[in-house]
């Protein structure tokens, strides 16, 4: 991260023991039911806090050009293509970003503002999607067209500062916030979008965010802000053919697979 912006510039003096950062819950319950358009101390604290962490590269991982990402969409029996006699998946248009006035909310993009959703494993692009059994799934491939780095959120790779707790603590909901189920898409995304918004723009060499995989255990998602940063290679068609579930006894800390 050389190229170094002069927004970044301006805060790297600041210690980020000296930010008062909230918590992760107060910050989301201030963005969501008291301010959501204007500013304030809540959202200038949180903002400058990242600002500290990712000019210091402790909340990066970079991914090298030539590397392969996987974006996967359900596809009907119908819509498989054929070319060569090999069954294919959607094609390039197909398998790329919605139009701008098409695209709805999501954790790392406000409706409006479309985000390539990824994944690093093709397990997890089609995990994401949640599947029944024997349905279809389109798996594009999309090799990454030049060294990038994203904001890495992945909960194992909370950067450490012994002195500020409080930072541990919002990091660690923060990161766990981008890998939970919602129930309201307009008000549970608003706090994760608002991360994603800032660092989008404050941080131009940032090209996305990598989070915990919600459906995959140990798989990692990744959301690319500019679609131009990947070349979008193949499609294949997939199957599933099973689907597996796993209950924990809260009680006996006993795990049942079905």
């Known amino acids: 991260m050389e190229n170094t912006t002069e927004h970044e510039k301006s805060l790297t003096e600041t210690d980020p023991k000296t ?14 039911f008291h301010n959501r358009f204007t500013g304030s101390e809540e959202k200038e604290n ?13 909340l990066t991982y970079s991914i090298p050009k030539g590397a392969i990402l996987y974006r996967g969409r359900k596809i009907t029996e119908d819509e498989i293509r054929k070319s060569n006699g090999v069954n294919c998946g959607f094609d390039e248009k197909q398998s790329g970003v919605p139009p701008y006035r098409k695209t709805h909310n999501g954790r790392v993009n406000i409706a409006g503002i479309p985000v ?37 959120f992945v909960l194992d790779n909370i950067p450490s500062y ?34 994603s918004e800032y660092i989008r723009i404050a941080h131009e060499d940032i090209s996305g965010i990598r989070y915990s995989s919600l459906r995959h255990i140990g798989g990692y998602n990744i959301a690319i802000f500019d679609e131009e940063k990947c070349r979008f290679v193949r499609s294949t068609v997939l199957r599933c053919s099973r689907v597996q579930y ?8 006993q795990i049942l697979e079905l």
């Not at 796993?246 to 800390?253: C, L, N, R, T, Y």
Request: aromatic share 12%.
């Open 162 to 195: 012994e002195d500020t707790p409080e930072g541990m603590l919002f990091l660690k909901d923060m990161f766990s916030s981008f890998s939970l189920p919602v129930t309201n898409e307009l008000i549970d995304y608003l706090p994760s979008q608002f991360v």
């Open 246 to 253: 796993e209950f924990k006894d809260i009680d006996a800390d």
């Open 116 to 152: 390539l959703y990824t994944a690093a494993e093709q397990y997890t692009a089609c995990a994401e999607l949640r599947p029944i059994k024997n349905e279809f799934v389109s798996i594009a491939q999309y090799e990454v067209a030049e060294d990038i780095v994203v904001a890495d």
């Open 19 to 32: 930010i008062n950062v909230p918590s992760w819950k107060n910050f989301a319950d201030h963005l969501v």
């Open 46 to 58: 949180v903002c400058r806090f990242l600002d500290k962490i990712i000019s210091e590269n402790k």
